[in-house]
């Protein structure tokens, strides 16, 4: 049933927005990896859940969870709650055992949805990285502004951390996802 919606998103997709997708093989075609991609708009776990070459697994805001449809749908397609401003232990294990199963887990590293250069990335991303082994795919996301506008997903090598600095982790995945945002 996921491929079958996956196959139905893009193909209204492609009926409303001008979709450019780019380096999706640099995706393990196994094992566990970490997705880590921007978040410019509410649209963004549907993009990668579509165009992604492997279902992907998607921490997202508890508050989206309160709305039974939202809640039912969100865990169908891969959903789980993280509660924000907090360690929430529950979603890091929950994360790590996704990524000890061989899974691909998706964040969207600033923690929220931004619009511009946004706020410093969150060092979970790190911490998962370390903690897992799980190398990191960084992914930028563009557009849309609105209907049949261009969106750009780019999608990075991905990075093997060189230190345990969560902070330093997160850094360089942002710094790669901008980098990658600004090669158009």
């Known amino acids: 049933m996921y491929w079958l919606l996956k196959w139905l998103v893009r193909l209204v997709f492609r009926g409303i927005f001008r979709i450019s997708v780019s380096g999706v093989e640099q995706i393990p075609?196994?094992?566990?990896?970490?997705?880590?991609?921007?978040?410019?708009?509410?649209?963004?776990p549907i993009l990668l859940g579509a165009y992604l070459p492997r279902k992907p697994y998607f921490i997202a805001k508890a508050e989206?969870?309160?709305?039974?449809?939202?809640?039912?749908?969100?865990?169908?397609?891969g959903g789980f709650p993280v509660h924000r401003g907090m360690p929430d232990i529950r979603a890091i294990r929950h994360s790590l055992r996704l990524l000890q199963e061989g899974k691909?887990?998706?964040?969207?590293?600033?923690?929220?949805?931004?619009?511009?250069?946004g706020p410093s990335p969150k060092p979970g991303v790190g911490m998962l990285a370390v903690k897992s082994g799980a190398p990191i795919v960084p992914v930028a996301i563009q557009g849309p502004c609105g209907?049949?506008?261009r969106?750009?997903?780019?999608?990075?090598?991905?990075?093997?951390?060189?230190?345990?600095?969560?902070?330093?982790?997160?850094?360089?995945?942002?710094?790669?996802?901008?980098?990658?945002?600004?090669?158009?």
């Open 64 to 77: 989206v969870f309160r709305y039974r449809v939202f809640n039912l749908l969100i865990r169908y397609l």
């Open 29 to 44: 075609y196994e094992g566990a990896v970490i997705v880590a991609a921007n978040h410019p708009t509410w649209l963004d």
């Open 151 to 184: 969106i750009r997903i780019r999608v990075g090598r991905p990075i093997r951390p060189a230190t345990d600095s969560y902070a330093d982790i997160a850094q360089l995945v942002m710094a790669e996802i901008r980098r990658l945002a600004s090669s158009a």
């Open 104 to 117: 691909v887990l998706a964040i969207f590293i600033e923690g929220s949805r931004t619009f511009k250069a």
């Open 147 to 149: 209907l049949f506008s």
